[in-house]
């Protein structure tokens, strides 16, 4: 059973960091794409950051680039999301996702930035 688990969310002032954690299992994490996904209060979930599996490709959503970085280790089942320069409109839950054979999510990490 595919099960993907958020981490490292939290309460940060503007202009803090916070890195986010998602550890995947009951799949073979290395061999798909990953994704990190937002969704801030009254707003649709939007996708923010993607890596392939194979280059490490990454792409990023304009509001959040220059200053969130996506990256994977394969080996720890993890892909985080390093976010520095946080700004409030920045705060939302944080979701990780996978397709293998249908969408899977996880239970999401809040981020709150306070202004």
């Known amino acids: 059973q595919v099960h993907l688990v958020e981490s490292g969310g939290g309460l940060v002032p503007s202009g803090g960091s916070l890195r986010l954690s998602c550890t995947g299992s009951?799949?073979?994490?290395?061999?798909?794409?990953m994704y990190w996904y937002r969704q801030a209060p009254g707003n649709a979930r939007e996708l923010i950051a993607s890596?392939?599996?194979?280059?490490?490709?990454?792409q990023y959503t304009d509001s959040v680039k220059g200053r969130f970085a996506i990256s994977r280790d394969n080996a720890k089942n993890t892909v985080y999301l390093q976010m520095n320069n946080l700004q409030p409109q920045d705060t939302a839950v944080y979701y990780c996702?996978?397709?293998?054979?249908?969408?899977?999510w996880g239970q999401g990490t809040q981020v709150t930035v306070s202004s």
């Open positions: 996702n996978t397709f293998r054979g249908q969408e899977y």
């Open positions: 009951g799949f073979t994490f290395g061999t798909g794409v």
């Open positions: 890596i392939m599996e194979s280059d490490g490709y990454t």
